[in-house]
């Protein structure tokens, strides 16, 4: 270790003090330029402790003055340091003026301000505002603001920052002159800035007591169009809080911006969301369903942060989950009644089950409520999100929903206009239901996966059902020592005679009893419907009672788990010796074909059924992962549920004959089904490359057929998926033919390059290769790089994970040309090495490699530095 490294100090829960100082009022003037806009902010302190000096968080800041009480300071009266600004003897009341310089054109880290193109643009979040200007930048110092904007007129028709505006004019000399006031006090993080030249969309939105709210949406010129739907989805965000919490708006005017160099999805900056553009524009050629899906989600999500991050904020930074799990739950909710309530659950579940697991098992394990931490940019992560969602819907399902929604209104009422905890969260669910939340806080404090082991005993004579459960949870990285927590269970029992029952249990124990009476025979059990908590469950179900749930389950959830858990245990018989051929029983493909000739009314739910688990799903249920024999049996299953369904798949296909595009959740399902066809007859042409074979020429033709027939970008993405998952030569020229179309399309092309870097074939680095000198890449735009590297890093298991350690040395050879560029993307995309622990012996040697290689570059930053250093401790 470098003494460099040696001298980095971590940030403790532990450690929090109350500020020194408060600011009441920050006056904050922009005069933007390239190269040296000059920001002036003028603030009014009050001290809160005695005898301590003020100090000023900085950083890349050039400081042209320091003025206290309208009187300069001489060089002598201040200490400056890399990353502050000390002031001492300050009275208890007094204004500090600060005059400092930047250069948003060399910031590539896309923290504070920076200039994106000729878009001048903010992220404040976590500490980004301290590169603007020298402040208390932490969550618990909330400030009114007003701010003027000053820019050339001409090039600049739009300086955009919080709350309302005051006023605008031009001035003589052509400069644009516009100020803001946003009445409510907030955080720096919270402070937004804009600066450019867009196409606008404007509506209006009427809130529930009858005040008009302005909503306006600011895209790059020639995008309006791609804008309507992101608009009309704010407004259905807005009024669902309304109807769901009774929420409403509280400013006069509500603005989104889409730009496309952005570190995150989206920040919820007060009245000023800034959006990355792939979040924001879709029109029905260019965009996914997955796309609206995303775009209508995350427009909610951000506009639920006006109450819960906004209104209501975090004391520190370790509290983060108190806004991003509380509201990732709100906006689950919200995405469920816009479309499937099934499929938003399902995904949710996926994400909980790979990349969340994931991480509880890796070095970066941490509670939804970290303790310690050396960069706060890296506490953006999926625990804090969504284990932390999943946790607000536990208390969600053992609360009620009434009483939730109770204790959130409590919670606003309480703790309108502060830096709250999570303890304030909980404290007021506990006084707005009277349930005793005190066990329930372990969430909160606790790492880890918990793994809960079932068994069931039925006594025929007296119709007596006893459920026994047992929690455990394994010591992680950061914790040796784990408690019982509280979690919700809920149950449902179903019957040979098709009835069913529900029940919810709670468990506090390490070991607990569940009793159910007076029931007719032994059912089969389906045990954590809906997922109702985030653990492993060990279970004795058979394959049989599997696929009774999958059929007959009320919960669509439980009947995708089964299916999900039994596709498990036939991947595990391929990797343990048995043949497809055993495998794939005749009452198995009975079932698969009768869903496939009837599939209900449920498309998509019926596609869930039939898709098998991907390899991140299976890698998590060993301690050591096989991924040579995962991706076998992956392979082997794909392809033999190919061959013996191929007439099911094609008549399948065959009756869903595709309509004029619509985003709702009936075309939806129906193009998810679709696809899924596809995807298995694709297996077909490539059983059979080099052979003469009939059906593999229809089948090629049919994919060929598929794609030029298309007219949306969904129907076209899963035919080159469908192509290039099976390796199929076709892909080649179907890819070129989607670049050479979408060629000026930088959203579009992004689904080109990931196409490229997900292709599991040897060309995938040729490929790679050929798209990093794309005229559209750019190792500054985090969605290009994310494009790229994580598609291949995370969607590419075969490459990957090359026993010859390419893959490895690709990502690395990646992060470390971001790192110097933007430390927040460099250190995101380091994440699939982090594990490398949980691999066989010639992998973990070529991943520790590559970490111990880096871990010795004396230049890395916090951010990246942090993930290595743990993952090697």
Known sequence: MTQQNSQRVAKSRHDYQSPDFLISRVALTFELAAEATVVTSVMQFKRQRAAVPLILDGQHLQLLSVAVDGCVLSAEQYQLSDDSLMLNNMPDAFELCIVTQIAPQHNTALEGLYLAGDTYCTQCEAEGFRRISYFLDRPDVLAEYHVTIIAPAQRYPFLLSNGNKVSEQVDSTGRRIVQWHDPFPKPSYLFALVAGDFDQLTEQFITQSGREVALQLFVDKGAANKGQFALQALKRAMRWDEQ??????????????????????????????????????????????????????????????????????????????????????????????????????????????????????????????????????????????????????????????????????????????????????????????????????????????????????????????????????????????????????????????????????????????????????????????????????????????????????????????????????????????????????????????????????????????????????????????????????????????????????????????????????????????????????????????????????????????????????????????????????????????????????????????????SDPADSVFSGIASMQNHPHFSWKNPNRVRALYSAFSLRNPEQFHRLDGKGYQLLLDAVRRLDPINPQVAARLITPLLSWRRFDSSRQQLMLAALTELASQADLSNDLYEKVSRSLA
């Open 244 to 757: 769901r919490f009774n929420l409403e708006y509280d400013l006069d005017i509500y603005m989104v911006v889409a730009v496309d160099f952005f570190n995150m999805g989206a920040m919820e900056n007060k009245g000023l969301n800034v959006f990355n553009s792939k979040y924001v524009l879709a029109d029905d050629a260019s965009a996914t369903d997955r796309d609206y899906f995303n775009i209508e989600s995350i427009i909610g999500h951000e506009y639920f942060h006006n109450w819960t991050g906004n209104r209501v904020t975090c004391r520190d930074w370790f509290q983060l989950s108190l806004k991003e799990g509380l509201t990732v739950f709100r906006d689950q909710e919200f995405s469920a009644d816009m479309g499937s309530a099934t499929l938003c659950r399902i995904d949710a579940v996926k994400l909980i089950r790979t990349a969340q697991f994931a991480e509880d098992a890796s070095p970066m394990a941490h509670p939804i409520r970290p303790e310690q931490v050396l960069e706060m940019n890296n506490f953006y992560t999926v625990t804090v999100y969504d284990k932390g969602a999943e946790v607000i819907r536990m208390l969600q399902t053992l609360l009620g929903r009434d009483n939730f929604a109770a204790g959130l209104a409590l919670y606003l009422r309480r703790h309108d206009g502060q830096a709250a905890t999570c303890d304030d969260f909980i404290q007021a669910m506990q006084d707005a239901s009277g349930y005793d939340l005190t066990q329930f806080l372990t969430w909160y404090s606790q790492s880890g996966t918990p793994v809960i082991s079932v068994q069931q005993q039925f006594v025929a004579a007296t119709g007596q059902l006893t459920l026994t459960v047992q929690q455990h949870t394994a010591a992680t990285a950061d914790q040796a020592t784990k408690l019982p927590l509280l979690l919700p269970i809920a149950v449902e029992l179903l019957f040979a005679d098709g009835t069913q029952q529900q029940h919810l249990f709670t468990l506090t124990q390490a070991e607990q009893n569940f009793v159910v009476a007076a029931l007719p025979s032994e059912p089969v059990v389906v045990w954590f419907a809906h997922f109702s908590a985030p653990v492993k469950l060990q279970h004795k179900l058979t394959e049989h009672d599997l696929l009774i749930i999958a059929a007959n389950a009320s919960d669509g959830v439980a009947r995708w788990d089964a299916m999900q858990q039994f596709w498990s245990k036939q991947i595990d018989k391929l990797m343990h010796g048995e043949t497809v051929t055993a495998v794939l029983s005749e009452t198995l493909l009975n079932t698969l074909q009768s869903w496939l000739q009837t599939p209900g009314d449920d498309l998509a739910l019926t596609a869930e059924l039939l898709t098998l688990p991907d390899f991140d799903t299976l890698a998590e249920q060993h301690q050591q992962i096989p991924v040579d024999g995962i991706l076998t049996a992956l392979q082997c299953l794909k392809q033999g549920l190919a061959q013996q369904l191929h007439q099911a798949f094609l008549q399948c296909l065959q009756r869903l004959t595709p309509s004029s595009y619509c985003y709702a959740p009936k075309d939806v399902a129906q193009r998810r089904l679709r696809a899924l066809c596809l995807s298995y007859l694709s297996y077909l042409s490539y059983l059979a490359l080099g052979s003469d074979n009939d059906a593999t020429t229809e089948t090629t033709e049919l994919l060929q057929q598929s794609y030029l027939q298309s007219d949306n970008m969904t129907d076209t993405i899963a035919v080159l998926s469908a192509v290039q998952q099976a390796k199929l030569p076709l892909f080649s020229a179907l890819h070129s033919a989607f670049c050479q179309q979408w060629q000026h399309d930088v959203l579009v092309m992004d689904k080109a390059f990931s196409l490229v870097a």
